[in-house]
């Protein structure tokens, strides 16, 4: 099994949280969003992506960037740094592996049209819940339909 069940979460506070957020943004619609960025550097943009661009390293990217108390209490009993709010609409994500575990709590998913696969291993993540995926192994994302699918995703030690 290349993920586990952490604990249950509370669903309505971390969406507050996370309307919050998308109102302070505007109406842009990012695919990502950073909750965690480097010291000095408050541009809920810059991690996003891939890092080859920045000069930061993963590890570096732990301060809070929101007033989100819940959802930053989470992350930091998890220990988790370069976190960020993705989302997708229908689409699917390249197949590569990660340098480390990753936290996901999905805010909103469809677990009908929203998978993720490791390996051979398809996994539905219901919002509400928090989890630990191994994706050091090969994995992608998928969303097959055109309702928004949205998880915070943090980089574990």
Known sequence: MYYELVEKVDLDKLLLEYYNIIK?????KYQQIMIQGCEGISDHQ?????????????SEFKEFLWNTPYLNSLLKRMTA?????????KNTYSWHRDRTHRIHI??????????MVVQDEVIRMEPGNMYIVDTTFYHTYVNTSDELRVHIVGCLS
Not at 47 to 55: A, F, M, P, Q, Y
Not at 81 to 89: A, D, K, V
Not at 106 to 115: K, Q, W
């Open 24 to 28: 302070l943004v505007g109406d842009k």
């Open 46 to 58: 810059f991690g996003t992506g891939s890092l080859i661009r920045s000069n930061k390293k993963v």
């Open 81 to 89: 740094y370069r976190s960020r709010i993705m989302s997708m609409n």
């Open 106 to 115: 999905p805010l909103i998913s469809n677990t009908e049209t929203n998978f």
